[in-house]
């Protein structure tokens, strides 16, 4: 017999405090555009909320799904909303690119 005095199971009993389901999506969506399973004219999704700073739940995922850190932080650019999957890569290669070369400058001193 259910007690009438607690919540069904189902109801929040707060408010969330960070969007994880669509982070958790942008992770998915990231993994098959770094895999190249995505047309390249196809749409980059809306930019969720906190993607731009992963919850630790979202980064261990991430990590798990080996997708790209420098991926992630490009299509957390405010740009990102309208990109195209081909834009977004073009970018995480310039990204990339500007990467490396601080690296190899870094490592020159």
């Known amino acids: 017999m259910l007690n009438a005095s607690l919540p069904p199971p189902t109801t929040p009993t ?3 405090t960070n ?3 669509f982070g958790a999506a942008a992770n998915r969506w990231l993994l098959c555009a770094q ?3 995505l047309e390249p004219v196809d749409l980059s999704p809306p930019v969720p909320p906190g993607l731009a700073k992963l919850s630790a739940s ?3 995922l991430a990590e798990f799904l080996r997708i790209d ?3 992630i932080r490009v299509a957390a650019e405010p740009a990102a909303k309208s990109r195209t999957v081909a834009d977004l890569m073009q970018n ?3 990204a990339s690119r500007k990467q490396s ?3 190899r400058g870094t490592l020159s001193l």
């Open 58 to 60: 979202l980064t261990s």
């Open 14 to 16: 707060s408010k969330p």
């Open 19 to 21: 969007l994880n389901g």
């Open 35 to 37: 895999s190249g399973e």
């Open 92 to 94: 995480l290669e310039a």
């Open 69 to 71: 850190r420098t991926l």
């Open 101 to 103: 070369r601080f690296i």
